[in-house]
Antibody
Framework: QVQLQESGPGLVKASETLSLTCTVS????????WSWIRQPPGKGLEWIGY???????NYNPSLKSRVTISVDTPKNQFSLKLSSVTAADTAVYYC?????????????WGQGTLVTVSS | QSVLTQPPSVSGAPGQRVTISCTGS?????????VNWYQQLPGTAPKLLIY???NRPSGVPDRFSGSKSGTSGSLAITGLQAEDEADYYC???????????FGTGTKVTAL
Protein backbone atom coordinates (compact mmCIF):
# COMPACT_ATOMS: atom_id res chain seq x y z
CA GLN A 1 0.00 0.00 0.00
CA VAL A 2 1.47 3.34 -1.08
CA GLN A 3 1.80 5.86 1.72
CA LEU A 4 2.79 9.53 1.58
CA GLN A 5 4.03 11.63 4.49
CA GLU A 6 4.58 15.37 4.47
CA SER A 7 7.24 16.90 6.70
CA GLY A 8 8.65 20.34 7.37
CA PRO A 9 8.36 23.38 9.64
CA GLY A 10 4.89 24.18 10.89
CA LEU A 11 5.68 27.85 11.32
CA VAL A 12 7.27 30.13 8.74
CA LYS A 13 7.88 33.87 8.99
CA ALA A 14 6.36 36.21 6.46
CA SER A 15 8.62 36.97 3.47
CA GLU A 16 10.62 33.78 4.02
CA THR A 17 10.53 30.49 2.11
CA LEU A 18 8.26 27.59 2.99
CA SER A 19 9.93 24.19 2.48
CA LEU A 20 8.17 20.83 2.69
CA THR A 21 9.12 17.27 1.76
CA CYS A 22 6.87 14.36 0.84
CA THR A 23 8.28 10.90 1.52
CA VAL A 24 6.78 8.00 -0.43
CA SER A 25 6.75 4.50 1.05
CA UNK A 26 5.29 1.20 -0.09
CA UNK A 27 6.03 1.98 -3.72
CA UNK A 28 8.47 3.73 -6.03
CA UNK A 29 8.40 7.40 -6.88
CA UNK A 30 9.53 6.47 -10.38
CA UNK A 31 7.12 6.51 -13.30
CA UNK A 32 4.44 8.54 -11.56
CA UNK A 33 3.33 12.17 -11.41
CA TRP A 34 3.27 13.80 -7.96
CA SER A 35 1.44 16.93 -6.87
CA TRP A 36 1.27 19.41 -4.04
CA ILE A 37 -2.17 20.71 -3.06
CA ARG A 38 -3.08 23.10 -0.27
CA GLN A 39 -6.18 24.01 1.74
CA PRO A 40 -6.43 27.23 3.78
CA PRO A 41 -8.28 26.76 7.08
CA GLY A 42 -12.00 26.42 6.42
CA LYS A 43 -11.57 26.83 2.66
CA GLY A 44 -11.30 24.71 -0.47
CA LEU A 45 -8.51 22.87 -2.23
CA GLU A 46 -5.95 24.53 -4.50
CA TRP A 47 -3.56 22.64 -6.80
CA ILE A 48 -0.01 24.02 -6.49
CA GLY A 49 1.87 21.98 -9.08
CA TYR A 50 3.21 18.59 -10.09
CA UNK A 51 6.49 16.88 -10.92
CA UNK A 52 7.38 13.71 -12.81
CA UNK A 53 10.29 11.49 -11.84
CA UNK A 54 12.30 12.95 -14.73
CA UNK A 55 12.05 16.34 -13.06
CA UNK A 56 9.57 17.90 -15.47
CA UNK A 57 7.15 20.22 -13.69
CA ASN A 58 3.94 22.19 -14.16
CA TYR A 59 2.82 24.89 -11.76
CA ASN A 60 -0.40 26.75 -10.99
CA PRO A 61 -0.04 30.04 -12.90
CA SER A 62 -1.17 32.01 -9.84
CA LEU A 63 1.79 30.66 -7.84
CA LYS A 64 4.31 29.97 -10.58
CA SER A 65 6.64 32.87 -9.79
CA ARG A 66 7.12 31.65 -6.21
CA VAL A 67 7.00 27.83 -6.50
CA THR A 68 9.70 25.24 -7.05
CA ILE A 69 9.00 21.50 -6.90
CA SER A 70 11.91 19.06 -7.05
CA VAL A 71 12.36 15.30 -6.82
CA ASP A 72 14.97 13.06 -5.18
CA THR A 73 14.37 9.62 -6.65
CA PRO A 74 17.03 7.74 -4.61
CA LYS A 75 15.36 8.96 -1.42
CA ASN A 76 11.84 8.41 -2.82
CA GLN A 77 11.00 12.01 -1.94
CA PHE A 78 9.80 15.15 -3.63
CA SER A 79 9.80 18.66 -2.22
CA LEU A 80 8.02 22.00 -2.35
CA LYS A 81 9.52 25.44 -1.94
CA LEU A 82 7.28 28.51 -1.83
CA SER A 83 9.07 31.82 -1.55
CA SER A 84 8.03 35.22 -0.18
CA VAL A 85 5.20 33.78 1.88
CA THR A 86 2.41 35.85 3.39
CA ALA A 87 -0.49 35.09 5.73
CA ALA A 88 -2.48 34.01 2.66
CA ASP A 89 -0.15 31.01 2.34
CA THR A 90 -1.26 29.63 5.70
CA ALA A 91 -2.81 26.28 4.86
CA VAL A 92 -2.72 22.52 5.22
CA TYR A 93 -0.36 21.27 2.53
CA TYR A 94 -0.96 17.85 0.98
CA CYS A 95 1.10 15.73 -1.37
CA UNK A 96 -0.70 13.33 -3.71
CA UNK A 97 0.14 10.72 -6.33
CA UNK A 98 -1.20 10.85 -9.87
CA UNK A 99 -0.95 8.36 -12.70
CA UNK A 100 1.95 7.23 -14.81
CA UNK A 101 0.82 9.16 -17.88
CA UNK A 102 -0.14 12.45 -16.26
CA UNK A 103 -1.25 13.66 -12.84
CA UNK A 104 -4.98 13.73 -13.77
CA UNK A 105 -6.20 12.92 -10.23
CA UNK A 106 -4.86 12.10 -6.75
CA UNK A 107 -5.34 8.45 -5.88
CA UNK A 108 -3.08 8.45 -2.82
CA TRP A 109 -2.74 11.42 -0.47
CA GLY A 110 -0.62 12.27 2.52
CA GLN A 111 -2.31 13.19 5.79
CA GLY A 112 -1.38 16.84 5.31
CA THR A 113 0.70 19.26 7.33
CA LEU A 114 -0.41 22.65 8.61
CA VAL A 115 1.91 25.52 7.83
CA THR A 116 1.24 28.82 9.55
CA VAL A 117 2.82 32.03 8.30
CA SER A 118 3.56 34.43 11.12
CA SER A 119 4.24 38.12 10.95
CA GLN B 1 -11.74 31.74 -6.91
CA SER B 2 -12.41 28.34 -8.45
CA VAL B 3 -13.50 27.82 -12.04
CA LEU B 4 -15.66 24.85 -10.99
CA THR B 5 -18.81 25.81 -9.09
CA GLN B 6 -20.59 23.57 -6.57
CA PRO B 7 -23.53 24.25 -4.25
CA PRO B 8 -22.24 25.15 -0.77
CA SER B 9 -24.40 22.54 0.92
CA VAL B 10 -26.88 19.75 0.31
CA SER B 11 -28.81 17.70 2.83
CA GLY B 12 -31.15 14.75 2.98
CA ALA B 13 -32.70 12.25 5.29
CA PRO B 14 -30.91 8.93 5.77
CA GLY B 15 -31.81 6.64 2.90
CA GLN B 16 -32.57 9.44 0.49
CA ARG B 17 -30.76 10.27 -2.75
CA VAL B 18 -28.77 13.49 -2.94
CA THR B 19 -26.90 14.96 -5.88
CA ILE B 20 -24.06 17.47 -6.10
CA SER B 21 -23.44 19.44 -9.27
CA CYS B 22 -20.10 20.71 -10.55
CA THR B 23 -20.48 23.42 -13.18
CA GLY B 24 -17.51 24.28 -15.37
CA SER B 25 -16.96 25.76 -18.80
CA UNK B 26 -15.68 25.10 -22.31
CA UNK B 27 -12.06 25.20 -21.13
CA UNK B 28 -12.39 22.39 -18.60
CA UNK B 29 -15.29 19.93 -18.33
CA UNK B 30 -16.83 21.10 -21.60
CA UNK B 31 -13.52 20.55 -23.38
CA UNK B 32 -13.74 16.85 -22.60
CA UNK B 33 -11.53 16.69 -19.54
CA UNK B 34 -12.52 14.13 -16.93
CA VAL B 35 -14.28 15.01 -13.67
CA ASN B 36 -13.03 13.41 -10.48
CA TRP B 37 -14.67 13.55 -7.07
CA TYR B 38 -13.16 13.51 -3.58
CA GLN B 39 -14.67 12.98 -0.14
CA GLN B 40 -13.10 14.82 2.78
CA LEU B 41 -14.21 13.69 6.22
CA PRO B 42 -13.66 16.21 9.03
CA GLY B 43 -10.00 16.61 9.89
CA THR B 44 -8.76 14.19 7.25
CA ALA B 45 -7.18 14.28 3.81
CA PRO B 46 -9.34 14.09 0.69
CA LYS B 47 -10.08 10.59 -0.58
CA LEU B 48 -10.65 9.77 -4.26
CA LEU B 49 -14.29 8.77 -4.63
CA ILE B 50 -14.97 8.84 -8.38
CA TYR B 51 -12.45 9.10 -11.25
CA UNK B 52 -12.85 9.45 -14.98
CA UNK B 53 -16.39 10.86 -14.57
CA UNK B 54 -18.05 7.65 -13.40
CA ASN B 55 -15.53 5.09 -12.16
CA ARG B 56 -15.24 4.00 -8.53
CA PRO B 57 -11.88 3.00 -7.03
CA SER B 58 -11.79 -0.33 -5.27
CA GLY B 59 -13.48 -0.16 -1.89
CA VAL B 60 -15.82 2.75 -2.63
CA PRO B 61 -19.45 1.73 -2.01
CA ASP B 62 -21.68 1.53 -5.07
CA ARG B 63 -24.12 4.02 -3.54
CA PHE B 64 -21.72 6.67 -4.90
CA SER B 65 -22.02 7.33 -8.64
CA GLY B 66 -20.80 10.00 -11.03
CA SER B 67 -21.82 11.35 -14.39
CA LYS B 68 -20.90 14.10 -16.82
CA SER B 69 -22.88 16.06 -19.38
CA GLY B 70 -21.79 19.09 -21.34
CA THR B 71 -19.95 21.51 -19.07
CA SER B 72 -21.07 19.85 -15.82
CA GLY B 73 -20.39 16.84 -13.70
CA SER B 74 -22.58 15.33 -11.03
CA LEU B 75 -22.11 13.12 -7.97
CA ALA B 76 -25.03 11.12 -6.60
CA ILE B 77 -25.29 9.42 -3.23
CA THR B 78 -28.10 6.87 -3.27
CA GLY B 79 -29.21 5.79 0.19
CA LEU B 80 -27.54 8.54 2.20
CA GLN B 81 -25.91 7.36 5.41
CA ALA B 82 -24.78 9.31 8.46
CA GLU B 83 -21.18 8.33 7.71
CA ASP B 84 -21.44 10.15 4.36
CA GLU B 85 -21.46 13.53 6.14
CA ALA B 86 -18.40 15.21 4.70
CA ASP B 87 -17.17 17.82 2.25
CA TYR B 88 -17.12 16.78 -1.41
CA TYR B 89 -14.95 18.33 -4.12
CA CYS B 90 -14.94 17.93 -7.87
CA UNK B 91 -11.72 18.31 -9.85
CA UNK B 92 -10.76 18.58 -13.51
CA UNK B 93 -8.16 20.10 -15.83
CA UNK B 94 -8.45 23.56 -17.32
CA UNK B 95 -6.75 24.28 -20.64
CA UNK B 96 -6.90 28.07 -20.22
CA UNK B 97 -5.06 27.82 -16.92
CA UNK B 98 -2.92 24.89 -18.08
CA UNK B 99 -3.44 23.22 -14.76
CA UNK B 100 -5.72 21.28 -12.47
CA UNK B 101 -8.68 22.90 -10.76
CA PHE B 102 -10.93 21.96 -7.87
CA GLY B 103 -14.54 22.82 -7.28
CA THR B 104 -15.70 25.15 -4.52
CA GLY B 105 -16.76 22.24 -2.34
CA THR B 106 -20.10 20.99 -1.01
CA LYS B 107 -20.94 20.05 2.56
CA VAL B 108 -23.30 17.09 2.78
CA THR B 109 -25.47 16.74 5.85
CA ALA B 110 -27.65 13.77 6.81
CA LEU B 111 -30.69 15.18 8.59
Amino acid sequence: QVQLQESGPGLVKASETLSLTCTVSGGSIRSYYWSWIRQPPGKGLEWIGYIYDSGSTNYNPSLKSRVTISVDTPKNQFSLKLSSVTAADTAVYYCARGSSSGWYRGDYWGQGTLVTVSS
Amino acid sequence: QSVLTQPPSVSGAPGQRVTISCTGSSSNIGAGYDVNWYQQLPGTAPKLLIYGNSNRPSGVPDRFSGSKSGTSGSLAITGLQAEDEADYYCQSYDSSLSGYVFGTGTKVTAL
